[in-house]
């Protein structure tokens, strides 16, 4: 059975940092696209970062470019987002999500076109 574990989220400090990672199981996600998504309380779901199969081609939110890095290591099946000077408003639950793109170099921005998602790590940024 497929599984996505995040890990790394935590209470941070108004511009530290925090490195998320998600742990992908039961099949190989290698030729898939991977993206990390985020959902503050009372508030929808939101795009944070994507990556393609190969992890050649990144795609940002505006409001995590240049603060936010998506990466990836397919001989560990892992995704990771490096995030730096947080924000109290980066605070959220963060998911990764994974979706089948046949090697393509496809990035996905849609939630509902990723079919594996992972249960989610808290991170809170005080002020």
């Known amino acids: 059975q497929e599984q996505l574990v995040e890990s790394g989220g935590g209470l941070v400090q108004a511009g530290g940092s925090l490195r998320l990672s998600c742990a992908a199981s039961?099949?190989?996600?290698?030729?898939?696209?991977l993206g990390w998504f985020r959902q503050a309380p009372g508030r929808e779901r939101e795009f944070v970062a994507g990556i393609s199969w190969s992890g050649a081609t990144t795609y940002y939110a505006d409001s995590v470019k240049g603060r936010f890095t998506i990466s990836r290591d397919n001989a560990k099946n892992t995704v990771y987002l490096q995030m730096n000077s947080l924000k109290p408003e980066d605070t959220a639950v963060y998911y990764c999500a994974a979706a089948e793109t046949y090697y393509s170099a496809r990035i996905i921005t849609l939630g509902y076109d990723y079919p594996y998602w992972g249960q989610g790590t808290q991170v809170t940024v005080s002020s």
């Open positions: 039961g099949r190989t996600f290698s030729s898939y696209a």
